[in-house]
């Protein structure tokens, strides 16, 4: 079971990556906004991060006491393989949100295993509210030192929570918008491509965003989120009109060097929950070729 939730996890971040397009994201065919970074660079350092994914399952599953003191033993195998991420990207810093917040996910859905019952997705999210419940006050509201990452830097300039208030609030925005987008879109009949961009922007416009936030402040967070959604409201990736919206909103971002990164970490917890809870994709998600763009993209 550690390796059937670890395996859920590694998937959620490198269908992730391959999805395309993604508005200022790394994809298969584009470096997005960033220039240090490309989809081999996410290879790498995906390989190196895999392993952490069993163990904190491990963790999860072996556990007998209370669900908060998971929190720093999966820290501490985060630490080994947040070093090897960097190791691995030459310090180029691909995958750390994703890292935090799947590592909590294994070791959630570990600790939720019931054996016979399946495991399945509000179990989950309780589990990593209970893990890491108290980590917004004691980590951000109540921090006794000056603020060193990005995460309590926001907090302090702008009151943000981040990934520690998703993980802590047991993923509201997976739950509410990541899950449900993504099976609707899979149960009507589209392809998985194009349900992961569809389910992508979705996030985008409800996401508190602390990628984008860092990387430029307030307006940059109402510019995405307000992008997202009027893409959202002419269909996402699931209408002609939302695909042409999608590649444009894609080139303003390149343009403002903005990557809805902290959006993009919760797509793949969004699939890893998913996998973990329904085991695979459908067959009509995964067989066959579906037309993302008139000039020829495909899926």
């Given at each position: 079971?550690?390796?059937?939730?670890?395996?859920?996890?590694?998937?959620?971040?490198?269908?992730?990556?391959?999805?395309?397009?993604?508005?200022?994201?790394?994809?298969?065919?584009?470096?997005?906004?960033?220039?240090?970074?490309?989809?081999?660079?996410?290879?790498?350092?995906?390989?190196?991060?895999?392993?952490?994914?069993?163990?904190?399952?491990?963790?999860?599953?072996?556990?007998?006491?209370?669900?908060?003191?998971?929190?720093?033993?999966?820290?501490?195998?985060?630490?080994?393989y947040d070093a090897l991420l960097l190791a691995a990207s030459n310090g180029v810093n691909t995958q750390r949100g994703a890292l935090f917040a799947l590592g909590i996910t294994a070791a959630a859905a570990g600790r939720a295993y019931q054996g016979d019952t399946a495991t399945n997705s509000q179990q989950i999210f309780a589990q990593a509210a209970a893990i890491t419940c108290g980590l917004v006050q004691r980590e951000l509201i109540?921090?006794?030192?000056?603020?060193?990452?990005?995460?309590?830097?926001?907090?302090?300039?702008?009151?943000?929570?981040?990934?520690?208030?998703?993980?802590?609030?047991?993923?509201?925005?997976?739950?509410?918008?990541?899950?449900?987008?993504?099976?609707?879109?899979?149960?009507?009949?589209?392809?998985?491509?194009?349900?992961?961009?569809?389910?992508?922007?979705?996030?985008?416009?409800?996401?508190?965003?602390?990628?984008?936030?860092?990387?430029?402040?307030?307006?940059?967070?109402?510019?995405?989120?307000?992008?997202?959604?009027?893409?959202?409201?002419?269909?996402?990736?699931?209408?002609?009109?939302?695909?042409?919206?999608?590649?444009?909103?894609?080139?303003?971002?390149?343009?403002?060097?903005?990557?809805?990164?902290?959006?993009?970490?919760?797509?793949?917890?969004?699939?890893?929950?998913?996998?973990?809870?329904?085991?695979?994709?459908?067959?009509?998600?995964?067989?066959?070729?579906?037309?993302?763009?008139?000039?020829?993209?495909?899926?």
């Amino acid at each position: 079971m550690a390796w059937t939730i670890g395996s859920a996890c590694l998937s959620g971040i490198l269908l992730e990556v391959s999805a395309h397009p993604k508005p200022g994201l790394v994809t298969a065919r584009s470096m997005g906004a960033h220039a240090d970074m490309d989809q081999q660079t996410f290879m790498l350092t995906s390989a190196a991060i895999a392993p952490c994914f069993h163990r904190c399952a491990s963790i999860g599953l072996s556990h007998r006491g209370d669900a908060a003191e998971l929190l720093q033993p999966v820290r501490a195998v985060g630490r080994d393989y947040d070093a090897l991420l960097l190791a691995a990207s030459n310090g180029v810093n691909t995958q750390r949100g994703a890292l935090f917040a799947l590592g909590i996910t294994a070791a959630a859905a570990g600790r939720a295993y019931q054996g016979d019952t399946a495991t399945n997705s509000q179990q989950i999210f309780a589990q990593a509210a209970a893990i890491t419940c108290g980590l917004v006050q004691r980590e951000l509201i109540a921090r006794q030192t000056s603020p060193a990452t990005a995460g309590e830097l926001l907090h302090a300039r702008h009151g943000t929570r981040g990934i520690r208030g998703e993980v802590e609030g047991g993923f509201p925005t997976v739950a509410a918008h990541g899950l449900p987008t993504l099976r609707a879109a899979i149960e009507a009949g589209h392809g998985l491509n194009r349900a992961l961009v569809h389910t992508l922007i979705s996030l985008i416009a409800e996401t508190e965003d602390t990628t984008v936030l860092w990387r430029g402040g307030p307006a940059a967070l109402t510019f995405v989120q307000d992008g997202a959604r009027r893409i959202r409201d002419q269909g996402g990736a699931l209408t002609p009109q939302g695909l042409a919206l999608i590649h444009a909103f894609d080139a303003a971002c390149i343009a403002r060097r903005i990557s809805a990164g902290g959006a993009a970490d919760l797509l793949a917890v969004t699939i890893a929950v998913h996998l973990i809870e329904r085991g695979c994709f459908p067959v009509s998600a995964t067989t066959g070729f579906e037309t993302l763009h008139d000039t020829g993209d495909h899926q």
